[in-house]
């Protein structure tokens, strides 16, 4: 283990401000990354349990051919600043030695906010699982917890709501939509995911994202656009359990193909939205989703609907650019009347935005 001053002079060359790239000495520093190696942890110098640090943010650096072996050594996590509420982990691809996780919950028990990344969280073995589940059903505390490309084997999910605090509030999962892997969609445990949803939460993201775009032409998944969202059985089931929601203000489930008649089932149960995104089949045109928001007084003042083309929309495509029209947001507003923006697109292409300038609406994008 690295001594005090070797402690702390490593932490101040990671210690890094919220709303600053600039280095700061660990006595100033609100938030801390710290590269990892290894499951070895470096000792925290004195100055970082009184300056208040409120964020830690732990990055796997291990090499692929060094990793399935540090899962099965010894792993050594110190104390840490009881003021740390707020934990990221992220880029651990095959998981954590068992007993890893739990050992970290035990030195931060109040964490408020939790951010994972990027990461098979329960490991490859029963016991790690195990680990991942008895991590969460500690954390008593947690308000707000994010799963962007998380993944884990059939029925994780369903056993990872189980362990999750009626306290959390605001929940995100999120998928980066991968063009070169054709089966990729079956890698999403769509299945399990839904049973996150609960009558406590207030905001809820479920969605896949695009990929970011890039100049490389050999790179598959920055220059092709546009996602895929999940249908069928999985997309009946998470429309039928995001009722349960009853709390939601904000509620994006683009992740699932919904049909119309679900959309509005969805906004006749759920009266506190405000924030709203969903993605719906297509079969003529927009219009035919606007007069499902139009047909009774909604609270909602954000809107995103991503539209997912069938067949005679797919050919009115091929000769014209279907956009909305200003004629479409001014009947939407008349049950709508708090909405402000409004925007569309083609499975995440095509996209049109649409905000309000005081009494009248323009076309941003």
Same mark, same amino acid.
């Given at each position: ?20 790239? /600039? ?137 990872? /709501? ?204």
């Amino acid at each position: 283990m690295a001594s005090s001053v070797e402690s702390s002079q490593y932490l101040a060359s990671k210690a890094s401000a919220l709303a600053s790239t /600039s280095p700061v000495p660990p006595s100033q520093a609100q938030a801390a990354q710290i590269p990892l190696q290894s499951f070895e942890l470096p000792n925290f110098p004195p100055e970082a349990f009184t300056a208040g640090l409120a964020s830690l943010i732990l990055t796997s650096d291990i090499k692929l051919d060094e990793y399935s072996e540090l899962l099965t050594k010894a792993f050594a996590i110190p104390e840490l600043p009881p003021s740390i509420k707020n934990l990221t982990l992220e880029l651990f691809a095959l998981g954590y030695p068992p007993g890893f996780l739990t050992t970290l919950g035990k030195r931060l028990p109040d964490l408020k906010a939790l951010t994972l990344y990027s990461q098979l969280l329960a490991g490859t073995t029963v016991a790690s699982r195990e680990d991942a589940l008895t991590f969460l059903r500690f954390q008593t505390d947690i308000q707000e917890l994010h799963l962007l490309d998380v993944f884990g084997s059939a029925g994780f999910f369903t056993d990872l /709501s189980k362990a999750l605090s009626p306290s959390l509030k605001f929940l995100e999962v999120n998928y980066t939509y991968r063009h070169s892997d054709p089966q990729f969609l079956a890698t999403i445990p769509s299945a399990d995911i839904p049973s996150l949803i609960s009558k406590e939460l207030v905001a809820l993201t479920m969605g896949i994202s695009s990929p970011d775009v890039t100049d490389d032409a050999d790179d598959r998944e920055g220059t092709e656009v546009g996602v895929k969202p999940i249908s069928g059985k999985d997309a009946r089931i998470a429309a039928e359990k995001l009722l349960e929601g009853e709390g939601l203000v904000m509620c994006d489930i683009t992740m699932f193909e919904l049909d119309r008649w679900e959309v509005e089932t969805i906004l006749d149960g759920l009266g506190k939205l405000k924030v709203f995104s969903c993605t719906v089949r297509l079969e003529k045109g927009w219009e035919e989703v606007f007069e499902i928001f139009g047909r009774e007084e909604r609270g909602i003042e954000v809107l995103e609907v991503v539209g997912v083309p069938g067949e005679e929309m797919v050919e009115r495509l091929k000769g014209e650019v279907e956009s909305v029209t200003k004629e479409m947001i001014d009947g939407l507003c008349l049950k709508c009347v708090g909405l402000k923006t409004v925007k569309i697109s083609i499975l995440r292409t095509r996209v049109e935005q649409w905000v309000k300038e005081g009494t009248l609406w323009e076309k941003k994008i």
